[in-house]
Every structure is written in structure tokens, then in C-alpha cells.
């Protein structure tokens, strides 16, 4: 373990990059999922886009200052973002796991056009179609939704070693 920390202290930029890298890789098979092999993201996909993206961003952004004080700062906002991805991951995990009766987590896009004039329908295409307790994918038995609490939590706990790691080089 203080191999590790030795390492995350000594290249912390190196360890934002790589945070970065993951966050892409993900955002690029979850729009393979989308757009090649047609699964419906729901709004809880959509915020955990969101999260996604602000991680990489952050990571990106802090990767490009060698201040010391800057890379603390941003392994706290990326804790606090991926911590919130986690967060909704687990929750829609849960609704898998536990389906609520009725389905309240979106709706088709047809419905939407029929029911709501264009101007209403634009933004609620941005929030996500899919029905959220639905299970549409899974890779060793777990779901998108579990998979992405995983690397959420990885991506917390990387930011929080590598947190440790700067405060302990002083």
C-alpha cells in the first residue's frame, strides 16, 4: 500500500489522466449501448452521464496545473462528483433489484410526442426514455447500473488515495 501512495504522490497528474481515460472509455460503450445496440438510457443514466463527464472534466482540467494546491482541490471535487454518480447508480440498482409496480422513471418517445407540443418534448428527450428498474444489459450478472456504482466507488476511492497520498509527502 505505500508503494501506491508513493507512486500516486510522485505522479499525481499521471493519476488524473487516468481517471480521465476511464471516464471516456465509459462515456464512449455507453453511447455503443445507446446508439449501436439501441437500449433506451432512463434519467437516472443520464445523471450518472453527467457525473461521468464532470469526473473527466475535472481530471482533465486539474491534470493541466502541476500546483499542488489544485490537485487537492479537484480530488475533493471529484470525490463529491463521483460519490454523487455512486450514489445514483446505487439507487437505480435498487430499483432493479426491487422494481417499483408502476413505472415512473420516463416514458416512449412516441408517448411524449403525442402527448406534449415539441418545444416540451426537446428537453425531456435530454433527460432519458428508458424505464429505470429495467434490466437491459448485463456483463458477469451484473447490470449497467452495477457496473457503473463499481467504478464510481473505484474512481472515489482512487481519488481519495491519491488525496492521501499528497498530504502525506509534504
Known sequence: MTSLL???AAHPRKGFLFLALVCTGM??????LQQVVGLDPCPMCIVQRYALIGVGLIALLVALFPQRRVHQGGLIALVIVAVFGAFTAARQSWLQWFPPE???CGRDLFGMIESFP???VIPMVFRGTGDCSKIDWTFLGLTIANWSFLVFSGMALLAML?????LKRR
Open 118 to 120: 415539441l418545444r416540451r
Open 6 to 8: 508513493n507512486v500516486l
Open 162 to 166: 491519491m488525496f492521501w497520498a499528497l
Open 27 to 32: 462515456f464512449a460503450y455507453g453511447m455503443y
Open 102 to 104: 408502476v413505472m415512473s
